[in-house]
Every structure is written in structure tokens, then in C-alpha cells.
């Protein structure tokens, strides 16, 4: 079938992006769905960081690629071998499509799922090759979702079954930011009620983070980021403190503040800076989690004698260390009754065509999540 997908045919684009134009909408061929695979018509995708850091050389893929991972939609067909899902069924997709059976797969944790990955940095399907071409020249997946387009051929794997009073821009969200930074705190570091949290860097998966740390019954929660209007917004969801990271002696201000630290701190930002800052605002055996994505290229230096005699812990966080399809129904059960307020991360919406605008206004902090509807 013939559809509109934005494009995005070279690697690094630098800003402004309305100028530079990284993504083009271009008819685009999308294969029938194979073995195990199953056709989503697109209704909203969110614009991320991981996304951005595609487009900007942070994060290198090949191209051409269609990006977008963070979405949801309506199924419309499906290959051989797909008997669970119906047309019509409303799912959330998911950027780690689990194969089942590997090491990390048997162990209950398919955000590290050893298949997947390689077929991500490949730019290919889970089952390998791809679907998408223009004009006969292959088109590569971003993440196996591919969803800047009006269509997705996508794996079972990595789509999860939700109920239709969900709206899709909502709903979206849940694929990634909600998944990620809910998911760092619930999950990868298992906050307990009445400790103390810090989320430093407050896009949409670090006011994620905030949400998640809200809902877990966290005492304290210092909002760290260098936008005042993000800073505001973290305050209206839930933060008890914030501070600005640009400003002079911010960090022994926030551990004067917290008597030594927080217990748990949360690197969103993307920033070795940010998460240098982050673990000096952690307390002695405490634990600094980053989810961040940083330039694979920049490095964190760090005294290995003060992460001994101090008991300090460094960790990473993908997806949120979450089972999607375990943690998403719970997320949205959390959501419906008020204990995750997703829908105050949606800041704004547009069309396909207004997408390079949409990554400027994401690159320049003045949105949290702007949501592309089809």
C-alpha cells in the first residue's frame, strides 16, 4: 500500500529545523504485514528526544529512515500466525519488541531483549529486512515502529492490546515516555514510599519520572531542569522543590536542602552534565538511575573510592525496565484514576506536515510532548 511518511534522508541536520527541513512527507510503499507481523493505522505519535537525537547526529541510524516510536493506533490487518489481536483493536507500540526467548526474554527483561536490539541498530524488523521503500529503494525502521506515517507495519512483539476509552494522544504517550520514566522509578529503582527523589531534566519522560514518583509516595521530590517554565509545571504536578541548574552552588544548595542528598536521583536530560549533577545531589547509599541517552561519545568520570566507601549506586534504565505488557495496563489503571495525570504532559498537537516545526519547538524546550495526529 501507498501512504505519507516524513522521511528523514540524512544524518546530522542542524537547527532551526522549520530551515533545514530533516524530514520530508513522501508517498512511501509499505510492504503487507509477514509472519507474526501486523498493520496499525497511526493515530497520534509523540514527538522525543530519541527522535531528535536521530535527527541531530546524537544518536547514529542509518538512513534513509522513517522515525518515530512513541504512538498508538487502531490494528487494520495482520499476517499469518497473528490469531490475538482484531481489526479495530486500539494498541500502544512499543519500542523493544521482545522476542520471548532469549536470555534477557527468559529472565523478565525484554527492554534488553538481545534480538531486538540488533535489529534496531540495524534499522530492520524484528523477523528482519524491512518494509518500507520509495520508489524501490529501501526505506529503514526507526526502532521497529516507524511511526511518522499515516501507516506501521509493525511485530506483534511490540504492540499492547489497551481499552478504546483511552484517547490515541493519551494513549501514545504511554510507548515511551511514560514507560521510561514511570518505569525508572517504580521499577529500576524500586523508590519505596517516603524516600527522597530528585529528577533532574524534566522533558516529557523526566515529568514522567516526577508522575511516578508522586504515585510511589516519594516525601520529598526536587525538580531540577534550566527552564523556569518547565520548573513551573513541575511544581503544579507535584514537586515539592526546584531549582534551576544554571544557577551558581546549585548543588550544595538542594543537598543542604535534602540534609546530604536525596535517596534516589533521576538523569532525564541526556547529559553527562546533568548527570554529573544528578549524582552529587545523591546521598551516601543512595541511588542515581539515568535514562537519559547521553552522546555515546561523552564519558563520566567519577571516583571509584567514593562509590565504595560511600555506597553509592550508578545505574541504568531502558524502557523503564518495564514488561510493557504487564506495566502499560497498570500505568493506564494508575492513569484512569488519577494517580498518573499523563494528559498534563500533552502540550500541543499538529499535523505531519508541521513535524520539522513540532522538533523545533522539542529542541528549544517550549513543549513537553507535542503529539502529531494522523
Known amino acids: 500500500m501507498r501512504?505519507?511518511?516524513a522521511v528523514l534522508r540524512a544524518s546530522p541536520v542542524s537547527a532551526p529545523f522549520a530551515l533545514s527541513r530533516p524530514?520530508?512527507?513522501?508517498e512511501v510503499e509499505l510492504d503487507e504485514p509477514?509472519?507474526?507481523e501486523v498493520l496499525v493505522r497511526v493515530r497520534a505519535t509523540g514527538l522525543c528526544h530519541s527522535d531528535l537525537s536521530v535527527i541531530d547526529?546524537?544518536?547514529p541510524r542509518p538512513v534513509p529512515m522513517v522515525l518515530g516510536h512513541e504512538a498508538a493506533g487502531e490494528v487494520v490487518g495482520a499476517g499469518p500466525g497473528v490469531d490475538d489481536l482484531s481489526r479495530g483493536d486500539?494498541?500502544?507500540?512499543?519500542?523493544?519488541p521482545s522476542c520471548g526467548h532469549c536470555m534477557p526474554c527468559a529472565e523478565g527483561r525484554p527492554a534488553l531483549c538481545e534480538p531486538a536490539a540488533a535489529a534496531n541498530a540495524a534499522g530492520e524488523m524484528l523477523a528482519g529486512g524491512r518494509r518500507l521503500s520509495v520508489g524501490g529503494e529501501p526505506i529503514h525502521?526507526?526502532?521497529g515502529v516507524s511511526s511518522f506515517a499515516e501507516y506501521a507495519v509493525v511485530s506483534r512483539r511490540s504492540l499492547v492490546k489497551i481499552d478504546t476509552d483511552v484517547p490515541y494522544e493519551i494513549a501514545s504517550l504511554f510507548g515511551c515516555a511514560v514507560l521510561t520514566g514511570v518505569g525508572a522509578v517504580v521499577n529500576?529503582?524500586?523508590v519505596k514510599a517516603g524516600e527522597t527523589v530528585a529528577v533532574v531534566g524534566l522533558g516529557g519522560v523526566g515529568l514522567s519520572a516526577l508522575l511516578g514518583a508522586v504515585a510511589a509516595g516519594a516525601s520529598r521530590i526536587v525538580a531540577v531542569d534550566l527552564s523556569r517554565d518547565k520548573l513551573a509545571r513541575a511544581g503544579d504536578l507535584g514537586a515539592t522543590d526546584v531549582f534551576n541548574a544554571g544557577e551558581e552552588g546549585v548543588v550544595d544548595a538542594i543537598r543542604a536542602l535534602t540534609r546530604g542528598g536525596v535517596d534516589h536521583s533521576f538523569e532525564m536530560a541526556g547529559s553527562v552534565k546533568a548527570l554529573d549533577l544528578a549524582f552529587q545531589i545523591t546521598c551516601r547509599g543512595g541511588t542515581t538511575t539515568t535514562a537519559g541517552l547521553a552522546n555515546p561519545n561523552h564519558t563520566l568520570s567519577l571516583s571509584p573510592t567514593r562509590l565504595v566507601a560511600e555506597e553509592r549506586r550508578l545505574q541504568g534504565s531502558y524502557l523503564g525496565s518495564c514488561v510493557p505488557t504487564r506495566d502499560i495496563p497498570r500505568f493506564i489503571a494508575l492513569y484512569r484514576r488519577g494517580k498518573l495525570p499523563v494528559d498534563k504532559l500533552w502540550t500541543s498537537s499538529s499535523s505531519l506536515e508541521t513535524i520539522n516545526e513540532g522538533f523545533d519547538a522539542l529542541h528549544e524546550g517550549r513543549t513537553i510532548r507535542h503529539v502529531i495526529t494522523m
Open 3 to 5: 501512504m505519507r511518511a
Open 23 to 26: 524530514l520530508t512527507v513522501e
Open 34 to 36: 509477514g509472519h507474526g
Open 57 to 59: 547526529g546524537n544518536r
Open 90 to 96: 486500539r494498541v500502544v507500540m512499543v519500542f523493544v
Open 141 to 143: 525502521h526507526h526502532i
Open 188 to 190: 529500576s529503582a524500586k
